[in-house]
């Protein structure tokens, strides 16, 4: 087939051709952009957002990541792998770096783009299944929309993570909201774990609040308490 005569590429097509998480010059940036917003377009409520996360959310992201010493790191909502390319620095002092994604489309693109990630094309739902030793600290790293989400599905993301975290000693939950700074990004957490406002980022688009849902550090603390 010569050039003139090959068919017009569908948006389905543009999106998955490009592995974008090295991301280093403009054009690999604007085909990330292209990607995420051709999956906003197929999925508004489950994205969430217009644009991948910025580059000062990421790091302060990693800064976050980098306060403990988990085993087991996992990235749920990857989208294309803004957050993802800014956590590989800490692919040496993990045991473990596992990447979830629902939609199949990013997923494709973040196996292409992270070969050396297990990455899976999962729903954050079935975090249970996930084969974890019981006393490897994990920290998870979530971009779930959880307040542009259905209700339902919100709730289901919700009681699988703090599951997860839950059960293994050490771990920690670091989500973060395009909502007001004071709100938290849920409200049922276990006695005894508290939100602790990480950074607020305005440089990103929309401005961003990292929070890190941890275990209380001294038992007096309201289990609600947001520093
Ligand atoms: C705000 S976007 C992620 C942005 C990403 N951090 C970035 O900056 O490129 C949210 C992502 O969560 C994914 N997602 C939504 N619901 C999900 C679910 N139940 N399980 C796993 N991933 C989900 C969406 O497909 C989307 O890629």
């Given at each position: 087939m010569t050039p003139a005569t090959r068919a017009a590429p569908r948006p389905a097509d543009l999106e998955l051709?490009?592995?974008?998480?090295?991301?280093?010059s403009q054009g690999d940036r604007m085909r990330q952009g292209l990607a995420f917003a051709l999956g906003y377009l197929r999925n508004p409520r489950r994205v969430g957002a217009i644009a991948p996360a910025s580059k000062a959310l990421a790091q302060a992201i990693l800064h976050e990541v980098l306060r403990a010493e988990p085993q087991v790191l996992i990235e749920v909502?990857?989208?294309?792998?803004a957050i993802t390319r800014a956590l590989l620095p800490a692919l040496g002092r993990v045991g473990r770096f596992m990447v979830i994604e629902r939609d199949p489309g990013f997923a494709q693109l973040l196996r292409r783009s992270f070969p050396d990630l297990e990455v899976l094309n999962h729903?954050?739902?079935?975090?249970?299944?996930l084969d974890i030793d019981l006393h490897a600290p994990v920290t998870l790293v979530s971009s779930l929309p959880l307040l542009s989400m259905t209700r339902e599905e919100a709730r289901g993301c919700i009681d699988a993570m703090v599951a997860l975290i839950e059960t293994r000693p050490g771990s920690r939950l670091i989500q973060y909201t395009y909502?007001?700074?004071?709100?938290?990004?849920?409200?049922?957490?276990?006695?005894?774990w508290r939100w602790r406002r990480a950074a607020s980022i305005w440089a990103n688009l929309p401005p961003a609040t990292v929070w890190t849902l941890e275990q209380a550090s001294h038992p007096s603390l309201v289990h609600n308490a947001v520093h």
């Amino acid at each position: 087939m010569t050039p003139a005569t090959r068919a017009a590429p569908r948006p389905a097509d543009l999106e998955l051709r490009y592995p974008v998480g090295q991301c280093n010059s403009q054009g690999d940036r604007m085909r990330q952009g292209l990607a995420f917003a051709l999956g906003y377009l197929r999925n508004p409520r489950r994205v969430g957002a217009i644009a991948p996360a910025s580059k000062a959310l990421a790091q302060a992201i990693l800064h976050e990541v980098l306060r403990a010493e988990p085993q087991v790191l996992i990235e749920v909502g990857a989208g294309t792998g803004a957050i993802t390319r800014a956590l590989l620095p800490a692919l040496g002092r993990v045991g473990r770096f596992m990447v979830i994604e629902r939609d199949p489309g990013f997923a494709q693109l973040l196996r292409r783009s992270f070969p050396d990630l297990e990455v899976l094309n999962h729903c954050a739902t079935r975090l249970d299944a996930l084969d974890i030793d019981l006393h490897a600290p994990v920290t998870l790293v979530s971009s779930l929309p959880l307040l542009s989400m259905t209700r339902e599905e919100a709730r289901g993301c919700i009681d699988a993570m703090v599951a997860l975290i839950e059960t293994r000693p050490g771990s920690r939950l670091i989500q973060y909201t395009y909502a007001s700074p004071h709100l938290r990004p849920f409200r049922d957490i276990p006695v005894g774990w508290r939100w602790r406002r990480a950074a607020s980022i305005w440089a990103n688009l929309p401005p961003a609040t990292v929070w890190t849902l941890e275990q209380a550090s001294h038992p007096s603390l309201v289990h609600n308490a947001v520093h």
